[in-house]
C-alpha cells in the first residue's frame, strides 16, 4: 500500500524579525525503498531517512574529492535541506509581498526564459548585463543547473530550485571575483543569508585551496560576505526577471550590501 | 516493429563516452514512475500495439530497444567502477567462474570454437574466452565474435582490444540484435554466451529462438544473468540494497541515479531461474540437468542449453 509522504503544516509563531520562528508538526508515515510513495512532482524520488542520510554523507565526502560533481553539490544540499532549513527559508519568502509572488508564479531560470541575446545588449552596470557578463565569462549557459528530486514538499523543491537558477545572479549582485575565492566566499555569503546546510558545508572547500588563497579569502571576502549576509535583506526574495534593467549599484543599496571588496 | 539489438548487461566492463544528453531522456521517462504493484496505464492499453515492461514502467514494444540503448550509453562511462562497487568486486569471479566452466577452446585433436558473445559490448567475457583458450587449451585460432545493441559499448571494447594487443582474427565487434542476428548464418557457431544482457531483450522467446538458429547442432548456449535469491530473510536484505543502495550509489559514483534504478528494476521483473530454464527449452535446446546453476546465493546464475543433434 502506498503511503504519504512528508506533509508538514507551517505554524508561524507571532511576528517574526530576522529569523521567522517556525514550528511544524508534519503527518509523517514512514515508508521503505521498496515501497515509495508517488512522487509529487516530475522527477520526485522520496527517499527514506537512512537513505537520506547516506546520499548527504556521500555527497559531502565525493564532492569534497571531486568538486567537478556539480550534480553531488546539488545532492548534497537537498539532503541535508530537510528538516528545517528549507522550511525555515520558504516563510521567509512568505513573509516578503515580492517573496510570495515569487512562490505563486514559480518563475524559472533557463536559456528560454532569460534570452541572452537581449541581456548582453543591456548597458554596462545593469543587473542583466552583469549576470550575462558572468556567464559568458565562466562559459556556462543557465540550462547547466540540475534538477531538484530529493525534496518532498513541491513548493519547498522549487524554492531549492529557485536558490540553484538565482546563484549566477549573486556573483553579479555581490561583485565577488571569478576566482575560486570568491566561488566559496558567495557560499559564505549565502549561507549566512538563506541558512541552506549545503552553502555553510562548502566552506569546508577552503582545504583545498592553497595557501595563499586561503590567506586572502579568510582575511578579505570571508570577513565582508559572512557581515553582509547577516545584514542584507533576503536575497531570495528578489525577483530578478524584474530587476534586469536596475542598476546593480542600486540594487546593492536596497538590499543592504556594502561594496564588493577589491 | 523495431529490431535494434539489444544491449548487454550492466555488469561488463568498460566506460565510453558518458553521453549527459540521454539522461534527461531517462530522468523525464522516469517522473512518470508508477509503483511495482501498479498496472499499466490505459493509454498503453488503448493502443493497438504490445507494450512491455522498461524496469517498471510499461512501454511501447517498439520503444523499449531504444530506451535500453539510451539507459547504456549513459552507463557506460562509469561502469568499470559502478559495476565493482555494486558488487563489491565479485562480478569478476562470476565472469571467471562462466568462463572457466564453459572451457572454450580447442579440444586436443578437435577443431578451434567459433563463439558469439551476444550484448557483449565492452569485451568483458570475449577477452576472457581469448584468454582460456590460449592459455589453457593453447588456441589462438579459436574467435570471437562479440555483438551488442550499443555501438559506444563495442567501440570501448575495440579500443580494449587493440590496447590489450588482441589480434584482430581473434576477436571482432558487431552491431547486431539479439532477437534476429541478423547478419549471422545458421548453424555457425560453437558456443553462444550472453552475460548480463539477457534480461534486457524486449522478446527473450525471440532471442532465445535466434540462438538456436545461429548454434550448431551440439552447440551450447550459456547465459550468465542476475536472478531470485532464497532463502527468503537474505532476498529480503537483497531487495532493500538493490533499491536502496545501488540507486544511491549511481548518483554518487556515476551522476545517474535514474539509470541504476531502471537496471535493478530490470532485475527484479527477470523470471525466476526454473522459468527461465524451461524458456530455454521451449526455445528448442536441451537443458543442461535442471537447466541452471546458482551463484551467490542465486544473485546471479548460469543457465546452459545444447542444442540437440538432427
Known amino acids: 500500500m502506498n503511503s504519504l509522504v512528508l506533509r508538514p503544516v507551517i505554524r508561524r509563531t507571532g511576528l517574526a524579525r530576522d529569523l521567522p520562528k517556525v514550528a511544524f508538526t508534519s503527518q509523517f508515515v514512514p515508508f521503505t525503498s521498496l515501497s515509495r510513495p508517488p512522487p509529487n512532482y516530475e522527477g520526485h524520488v522520496p527517499l527514506t531517512i537512512p537513505e537520506r542520510g547516506f546520499l548527504a554523507v556521500g555527497s559531502a565526502v565525493m564532492s569534497l574529492l571531486s568538486p567537478r560533481r556539480a550534480d553531488l553539490i546539488a545532492a548534497l544540499g537537498e539532503a541535508t535541506a530537510t528538516p528545517y532549513f528549507i522550511y525555515r527559508l520558504r516563510d521567509a519568502m512568505l513573509l516578503s509581498p515580492t517573496g510570495r509572488r515569487i512562490l505563486k508564479d514559480r518563475p524559472r531560470i533557463n536559456s528560454t526564459t532569460m534570452s541572452m541575446g537581449k541581456l548582453r545588449e543591456l548597458p554596462d552596470g545593469t543587473v542583466g548585463k552583469e549576470y550575462v557578463a558572468w556567464l559568458d565569462k565562466e562559459g556556462v549557459s543557465p540550462d547547466t543547473r540540475s534538477q531538484v528530486r530529493y525534496i518532498d514538499d513541491p513548493e519547498c523543491a522549487y524554492v531549492m530550485q529557485r536558490y540553484r537558477e538565482c546563484h549566477d545572479f549573486y556573483h553579479a ?82 538590499i543592504g550590501l556594502e561594496k564588493p571588496p577589491e | 516493429m523495431s529490431a535494434r539489438p539489444l544491449s548487454r548487461g550492466l555488469l561488463s566492463a568498460a566506460p565510453s563516452k558518458h553521453l549527459r544528453s540521454v539522461v534527461p531522456r531517462v530522468a523525464a521517462s522516469h517522473s512518470t514512475l508508477v509503483g511495482p504493484n501498479s498496472s499499466p496505464s490505459k493509454d498503453d492499453r488503448s493502443s493497438s ?116 594487443g588482441y589480434d584482430s582474427n581473434r576477436i571482432s565487434f558487431r552491431v547486431e540484435n539479439a ?84 537496471l535493478v528494476e530490470s532485475i527484479k521483473r527477470f523470471p525466476p531461474q526454473s522459468e527461465f530454464a524451461r524458456m530455454i527449452k521451449d526455445a528448442g535446446l536441451v537443458n543442461v540437468g535442471k537447466g541452471y546453476k546458482e551463484l551467490t546465493f542465486g544473485i546471479a546464475s548460469i543457465w546452459k542449453g545444447v542444442k540437440p543433434l538432427e
Open chain 1, 173 to 254: 549582485l555581490t561583485g565577488l571575483p571569478i576566482m575560486v575565492e570568491g566561488e566559496v566566499a558567495l557560499k559564505a555569503f549565502e549561507f549566512a543569508n538563506t541558512l541552506i546546510p549545503m552553502t555553510g558545508l562548502s566552506m569546508f572547500a577552503v582545504a583545498r585551496l592553497k595557501p595563499k588563497e586561503r590567506r586572502r579569502i579568510l582575511t578579505t571576502y570571508f570577513p565582508w560576505a559572512i557581515r553582509n549576509g547577516l545584514q542584507a535583506k533576503e536575497v531570495m526574495n528578489i525577483y530578478w526577471e524584474e530587476e534586469l534593467e536596475t542598476d546593480v549599484k542600486e540594487l546593492r543599496k536596497r
Open chain 2, 49 to 164: 500495439e504490445p507494450v512491455t515492461h522498461f524496469g517498471f514502467q510499461t512501454v511501447k514494444e517498439s520503444l523499449k530497444s531504444t530506451r535500453v540503448a539510451g539507459v547504456f550509453s549513459s552507463v557506460a562511462s562509469s561502469y568499470d567502477t559502478m559495476n565493482d562497487v555494486m558488487s563489491f568486486g565479485i562480478h569478476r569471479l562470476w565472469k571467471d567462474h562462466f568462463v572457466r566452466s564453459l572451457n572454450p577452446g580447442r579440444r586436443p585433436g578437435g577443431q578451434p570454437m567459433s563463439i558469439l558473445d551476444v550484448a557483449g559490448g565492452t569485451g568483458d567475457i570475449a577477452f576472457r574466452m581469448l584468454d582460456h583458450s590460449e592459455k589453457v587449451n593453447g588456441d589462438r585460432e579459436t574467435t570471437v565474435l562479440c555483438t551488442d545493441i550499443n555501438a559506444d559499448m563495442l567501440r570501448e571494447g575495440e579500443k580494449r582490444a587493440i590496447q590489450n
Open chain 2, 179 to 262: 532477437e534476429t542476428l541478423e547478419s549471422i548464418p545458421d548453424n555457425s557457431v560453437d558456443l553462444y554466451t550472453i552475460s548480463f544482457g539477457i534480461r534486457n531483450v524486449t522478446r527473450i522467446p525471440m532471442a532465445l529462438r535466434a540462438a538456436r538458429r545461429v548454434l550448431k547442432p551440439g552447440g551450447v548456449f550459456a547465459c550468465l544473468e542476475f536472478s531470485k535469491v532464497s532463502p527468503a530473510p537474505l532476498d529480503a536484505i537483497y531487495q532493500q540494497y538493490s533499491f536502496s543502495i545501488i540507486p544511491l550509489m549511481g548518483q554518487l559514483v556515476a551522476g545517474d541515479r535514474d539509470s541504476y534504478q531502471y
